[in-house]
């Protein structure tokens, strides 16, 4: 299985795109898929051909006979040699949890800012303390990563 497979997106790594052409461009060199052509042109071809082959599979029941949900992450690592550009991307994707705890988070801290006995807050003053409640903590771990 190769490195990349499963590992979940670092929160500053917002381009998968770019990360996932290079990654093709490295293979395809060092398999000397890329000659003298168009890199570009080629990578788009196997990325189509990939999509043309996925769009033919069939798809995966939600759950196997014994009742179990069936995990698409498992289909891609089985899948990962046959679309090796398309499982990068899926893995990179379905890796990333469903959750509303951030969102819940948010609402408690707006509850606890925003009260009875602070009710002549102006919005614009606790929608600054809402986001500074988060923020500030994220901020002084910046700078003493950058400093440490």
């Known amino acids: 299985m190769?490195?990349?497979?499963?590992?979940?997106v670092p929160?500053?790594?917002l381009d998968m795109f770019d990360e996932i052409y290079e990654h093709y461009l490295d293979q395809a060199?060092?398999?000397e898929v890329v000659g003298g052509g168009?890199?570009?042109e080629t990578y788009v071809n196997a990325v189509d051909a990939e999509l043309t082959l996925y769009k033919q599979e069939p798809s995966i029941k939600l759950k196997h006979d014994d009742g179990r949900f069936n995990c698409p992450l498992t289909w891609w690592r089985e899948h990962?040699?046959?679309?090796?550009?398309l499982s990068i991307l899926a893995s990179r994707l379905l890796?990333?949890?469903a959750?509303?705890?951030p969102s819940e988070r948010v609402f408690s801290t707006a509850g606890l800012t925003i009260a009875k006995d602070r009710?002549?807050?102006?919005s614009n003053t606790a929608n600054e303390l809402i986001f500074l409640h988060d923020a500030l903590p994220a901020i002084q771990k910046y700078h003493e990563a950058q400093n440490g």
């Not at 990962?80 to 550009?85: A, F």
């Open 38 to 40: 168009d890199q570009e």
């Open 80 to 85: 990962e040699s046959k679309y090796k550009i």
């Open 99 to 101: 959750t509303s705890a």
């Open 2 to 8: 190769h490195q990349h497979a499963l590992q979940p």
């Open 11 to 13: 929160p500053d790594d």
């Open 95 to 97: 890796c990333i949890p």
């Open 119 to 122: 009710a002549r807050l102006a």
């Open 29 to 31: 060199i060092t398999n």
